[in-house]
Every structure is written in C-alpha cells, then in structure tokens.
C-alpha cells in the first residue's frame, strides 16, 4: 500500500512539473513570436524577468542578468531608499532657537511652498516667528545637476536645478491668460527677469530661460484666450539668493549666518513634514524626477546632516542591496543619466523586498496602475501595478501583474536600443503581459 501512495504522489508531481512547465513553454513562445521578434522590439537589446513571490519560481527569463539603462525605473530604487530611511514623515528643515533667533538649515524637502502640498510645516514655523530668521548654509556635496545629465535641457521643466532647500519645486510657473501674464516667484514679475512676444502661429506656449541667468520669455498666441501654464526651471543660486527669495515671500528679513557653530550636533531639531508617501505617490505616478533626486538627498540630510546622493547610494549598496544578483551602476534618483546600468533580475529582487516588507494596499497605491498616471493609456484592466521608464531608444517597465486567478508575479521588462517608437514598444510589451494575465 505504501508503494502504492509512493507512486501515486510521485505521479502527481509529475503531472504538476508537466503543468509548470508547459505554462512556461507557452510564455516562451509568447515572448518569441509576439515580443522579442516583433517588428518593434527585433533588433533591440531586451531584457526580461518574471517571478512569482508565492511559489519562489521563475517564470520567464530571457537576459535577465545583462545590463540595461532604465530610464525612470531607477524610481524604482529611490522608492526603496525611500521607504527604508526617510520614516513617515519628510524631514522639513533643521532648526535651533535662541532667545532672540530663528536658526533654519535646509533638508532638501522639495515640497516647501510646492502647490501641490497645503500642508507646509516650515511656512507655518517661519511665519508665525517674531525672532530674526537666520540660514545656515547646509553641508552639501551635490551639484546643481545630476551626474550624466544632458547639458541642453537646462530650461526643460523635468530637469529643475537641485539644492539644500527648495522652493516652489524650483520652477518658475508661467501663468498665461489674454493679456495677463504672472510668473511665480513673483520676484521674476520685472521686465529685468521677464518679456514676452506675440506670435498667432504657436499652438501652445513657448517659455525659455537664458543658460546662465534668470532671465525668461515667453511667446504666446494672441488669438488663444484659454488659460495656459507653463514651468521653466530657475538657477537656485546660493544661500544668499536662497535668502532673498524666502524674504521675498516671508515679508520679513532673512539673513544668512555663514560661520555659525552650534555648541553640539544635537542642538538642531528636524521639524517633521508632509507624509513620506504623499511625495512617493506623485514621484511615481507622474514619474516627477525632481522629487526623485530630492528624496536621496532628504535620505542624507536625515541620516548624516549632509545632503550627498552618492553617499545615500553607497549606504544603500553596501547594506539592504548588498545581496543584490547583480551589482548596479546607480548614479541618480531620477534616472535622467545613461549612466545608470541595472538588469532585471535586480529590479525584480527589489521589488520582491519590497512586496515581502510593506502591505500590499500601501504598494499598489504608491505605483501607477493600469489606467492612471504614467499608465493612464495602457493596462485598462487594471492588472498592473509598475513603474514606466523612457528615454530615446529606451522603454522600461518594471512592477506587479495580478493574474486573472489572483496570481500576484512580479516582473520587469527593458528594452534598450530600440529605432522604433516608444509607443509601438509599449504596446508591443502589453500584448505580451495581457496574454499572461488573460492566461493565467
């Protein structure tokens, strides 16, 4: 009898790895004849990795392990460090009181005064102090651009300057209506900062900045009466120019104490500020690069009073990514530079973690879903929760497919080095992950 039951239980795991594998047999069929050999993804350099968290398996994996630049999938990464370091809340400045003086350093928060946020903590300290409100220059080892980035897109709203203390989101915001036009900060209102020309052949508004300056223009068409908005970045400048524009909104002196020395490190409080996830919701969802970078060098400021990506991705590489597959080349927080390398086996061990670490609902919420956001023409089912990622030549996707049988698999999907469009290659890896979601 037990013989019997031996060979019984053998039988039916036998029928079971027949079953597993056919399922995988069909998904490599589809990934050769539908993806990888379409006319959009033929001779491009794909990666892709599919896994299932519940069972531990791999279902699909066609070069999972090369290298790929992958756009804002970087996102990806920052989320994590995120969602590791930062705790609930932003950290919204530093700041110590004495009896006559306010003391403010900055944290890199980028939702000060940003109009996506009502809630702003440092206003309310700022506004509702009757001491003089001193900065102290904080200890940064950043740029004012990432490493990689292009040079030319100085003026592109996607790529604002970084710096210790934000504001606005570091964009001047071009409000254009008839014959009104304001521009936010109010401080480039001045025709010394501002001028704008008349030309009824754009469809749409033409703002530009010049390279080194805050000098802006603007060319509108005449005939359009509708509301229009634009965003340019400006040059943030130093700790002084930093000041001006805080006076400017404070309606009150601001100064700028250089050589100040607090009696211990301790002596500076952080002011808790929005909720973590209210900037993680909007970095991944409209892929907002600005926020991306800002979140690495929050990371820094929090940990180590000095605002360095570098030693954030350092930190990060040598303790929670340590047992990675692969070892990345993480530059950025945005993914805007060619210089990040990841394969997609590592995007998909992190997001393994991740899935592992934090409850589905608060997961799912933070990533685009099909329909929304970044994906808002892609994935109507709503069976993908993932993060996109394009540049030219470039179209990543990396996140979790629930199946129609309520299998949750997480997956990531590169492609690099495409001449196609980006839409045809996304449209192109959507087929393939509906087949599976319809499938299975």
């Not at 029928?15 to 069909?26: D, E, P, R, S």
């Not at 993480?330 to 990841?342: K, Q, T």
């Amino acid at each position: 009898m037990r013989s019997i039951r031996v060979a019984l239980l053998c039988g039916l795991l036998l029928t079971l790895q027949q079953v597993v594998f056919a399922q995988h047999g069909q998904i490599t069929r589809w990934a050769e004849s539908e993806l990888l050999n379409s006319t959009a993804l033929r001779q491009a350099h794909t990666g892709i990795c599919i896994y299932e968290p519940a069972t531990g398996k791999y279902w699909y994996r066609y070069q999972d392990d090369r290298y790929f630049t992958p756009a804002s999938n970087t996102k990806i990464f920052t989320l994590y460090t995120g969602l590791r370091l930062l705790g609930d809340s932003l950290p919204a400045l530093r700041y110590l009181q004495t009896d006559s003086v306010l003391y403010v350093k900055g944290t890199a928060d980028p939702s000060f005064l940003h109009p996506d946020y009502t809630f702003q903590p440092a206003w309310q300290l700022l506004q509702s102090t009757g001491k003089q409100i001193s900065i102290v220059p904080a200890a940064t080892e950043n740029k004012r651009f990432g490493y990689g980035w292009a040079w030319n897109d100085y003026q592109d709203y996607y790529q604002p300057e970084l710096n210790e203390w934000p504001i606005y989101g570091n964009v001047a915001r071009i409000r254009h209506h008839g014959d009104t036009t304001i521009i936010t900060p109010r401080r480039f209102n001045d025709t010394a900062h501002f001028s704008y020309r008349r030309d009824d052949k754009l469809e749409e508004l033409l703002p530009e900045r010049e390279e080194y300056s805050n000098r802006f223009s603007l060319a509108y068409n005449g005939k359009d009466a509708s509301l229009q908005e634009a965003e340019v970045p400006f040059i943030t400048g130093n700790t002084n120019d930093l000041a001006a524009r805080l006076q400017d909104t404070l309606h009150k002196a601001v100064s700028v104490e250089h050589n100040f020395v607090p009696l211990n490190a301790t002596d500076f409080k952080i002011l808790p500020g929005i909720p973590a996830d209210s900037l993680f919701v909007t970095m991944m969802h409209r892929s907002d690069n600005f926020f991306a970078e800002q979140t690495l060098m929050m990371v820094a400021a929090r940990l180590w009073d000095t605002i360095s990506t570098k030693k954030t991705i350092e930190f990060m590489e040598s303790s929670y990514l340590a047992k990675l597959p692969d070892t990345p080349r993480w530059v950025d927080g945005s993914g805007l530079s060619r210089y990040n390398l990841f394969t997609p086996r590592d995007f998909v061990s992190v997001l393994s973690d991740m899935y592992k670490s934090y409850p589905q609902e608060r997961l799912f919420a933070i990533f685009p879903t099909g329909g929304k956001g970044t994906l808002k023409n892609y994935y109507r089912q709503q069976f993908v929760h993932a993060k996109t990622g394009t540049l030219s030549g470039c179209v990543a996707l990396s996140g979790y497919l629930i199946t129609k049988k309520k299998k949750t698999l997480v997956f990531s999907v590169l492609v690099n080095n495409h001449n196609n469009s980006a839409t045809n290659v996304r449209r192109t890896v959507e087929s393939f992950l509906t087949k599976i979601w319809d499938q299975y």
